[in-house]
């Protein structure tokens, strides 16, 4: 996936947890959101994934 589109959130959301390398992790969110190929809402609307980070610096992505 390519990331087409980045904007900085009004607030941040709460932390998610992820499957990482090290098992489940609480991944805190990096205060962005992420646009992968251009892809949109069924409205058409484009579509943002939340950006979490884990303890070793890995980007997950999540609404």
Avoid at 46 to 57: I, S, Y
């Amino acid at each position: 996936m390519k990331e087409t589109g980045r904007i900085k959130l009004k607030e941040i959301p709460f932390s998610q947890t992820f499957e990482t390398g090290n098992g489940e992790e609480l991944c805190n969110a990096t205060g962005y959101a992420v646009q992968f190929d251009n892809e949109k809402t069924p409205l058409g609307f484009p579509l943002f994934w939340n950006e979490f980070q884990d303890r070793e610096g890995n980007l997950y992505y999540g609404n």
